[in-house]
């Protein structure tokens, strides 16, 4: 029997269609969700200024502002909600765009409502820890290959002391590799860890999201020495990996 999810946990369902955004609507209330219609950006900032949203399910296409300016400011905000975008069956280009602005999630459709609530769940158990008070604990530094990151924060600066930005899905995946560095891990451990257990076999999301991080820890995607591909098996974090109290 599936868990019925708590009402105060706050879903914003953006889609001009009426009867897709009825439709999954009805879908996540029935699963025990609070649920919000929105039919563009301007209702999406009246709801996010009146109460506290924990996701966005965003549908790409919309008229005015489209679903790729609205996830790249809801990623900019401080505390911005999570994003599963849902998108139109075959716009793998959108798909790869919305990801590396910072989407955690997306759904092609037509999609199969299980489907749907599946990777609601994923992303939310994912993601809570964003929206939770941190717990009255010590902080702790990560140092990796002369990089810096305080996960309390997300602030993640470069040997020279220079800040770089991670998306959610980025510092996840990060995340990842600094618990388990040193040791060969494969892209179906990859994408259990960092998507949960709804990720589709053939999800290219790690793929996109392996390139951009490789990019942000300045490691040469022709010959990387930090991140490592393993032939045949996966990937390597190379650095050792030091944790200090912050």
């Given at each position: 029997m599936s868990q019925i999810a708590p009402r105060e946990t706050h879903i914003a369902v953006v889609e001009d269609d009426p009867e897709i955004r009825a439709l999954v609507s009805d879908l996540l209330s029935g699963q025990g969700y609070g649920v919000t219609e929105c039919d563009g950006a301007t209702a999406l900032d009246r709801v996010m200024a009146r109460r506290r949203v924990d996701l966005v399910v965003l549908d790409l296409m919309l008229p005015g502002e489209d679903g790729l300016s609205i996830c790249r400011r809801l990623q900019a905000a401080p505390e911005g909600p999570p994003v599963l975008m849902v998108t139109a069956r075959g716009d793998d280009v959108d798909r790869i765009v919305g990801l590396e602005i910072g989407a955690d999630d997306y759904l092609a459709k037509p999609f199969n409502p299980r489907e749907l609530t599946a990777r609601v769940r994923a992303v939310l158990r994912r993601t809570r820890d964003r929206r939770r008070a941190p717990p009255a604990v010590a902080r702790e530094i990560w140092r990796f290959g002369g990089w810096r990151l305080d996960?309390?924060?997300?602030?993640?600066?470069?040997?020279?002391?220079?800040?770089?930005?991670?998306?959610?899905?980025?510092?996840?995946?990060?995340?990842?590799?600094?618990?388990?560095?040193?040791?060969?891990?494969?892209r179906d451990q990859l994408l259990d860890w960092t998507r949960g257990r709804s990720a589709a076999p053939l999800d290219r999301t790690v793929d996109v999201q392996l390139s951009r991080l490789r990019r942000k820890l300045s490691d040469d995607p022709r010959h990387p020495e930090m991140v490592r591909t393993v032939r045949g098996g996966g990937y390597l974090f190379s650095p050792a990996v030091e944790r200090e109290p912050g």
């Open positions: 996960p309390a924060s997300r602030d993640l600066r470069d040997p020279a002391g220079t800040p770089v930005e991670l998306t959610g899905g980025e510092f996840d995946l990060l995340m990842v590799f600094l618990t388990h560095p040193q040791r060969v891990l494969n």
